[in-house]
Nanobody, 118 residues
Framework: QVQLVESGGGLVQAGGSLRLSCAAS????????MGWYRQAPGKQRELVAA????????YADSVKGRFTISRDNAKKSTVYLQMNSLKPEDTAVYYC???????????WGQGTQVTVSS
């Protein structure tokens, strides 16, 4: 089992910044990928950004150049999402995600609300 604890959501004006954090604990596999998904009302959950334990990253086109994902493997596999130049369309519940590479095991955080006002 893996537990994911998220923090850092909130309300911000357009153009502002927020930083999300997600700390994973429990049975952490060396080969894993952690990331952030988001779900806006009436829309499907979508990938925002992901990073493997080896440091490879992947971003949604809509956030490239504005968001940066990083991780600190020394701190219990903590992953960060630095969100700059936020837009109202970034408003959503953001979910931390953890998956073991090459296996089906995956876990989700409880979600944190990000609201960007225009």
């Amino acid at each position: 089992q893996v537990q994911l604890v998220e923090s850092g959501g909130g309300l911000v004006q357009a153009g502002g910044s927020l930083r999300l954090s997600c700390a994973a604990s429990g049975s952490i596999f060396r080969g894993n990928v952690m990331g952030w998904y988001r779900q806006a009302p009436g829309k499907q959950r979508e990938l925002v950004a992901a990073i493997t334990s080896g440091g490879n990253t992947n971003y949604a086109d809509s956030v490239k150049g504005r968001f940066t994902i990083s991780r600190d493997n020394a701190k219990k596999s903590t992953v960060y999402l630095q969100m700059n130049s936020l837009k109202p369309e970034d408003t959503a519940v953001y979910y931390c995600h953890y998956k073991v590479l090459l296996l089906a095991d995956e876990y989700w955080g409880q979600g944190t609300q990000v609201t960007v006002s225009s």
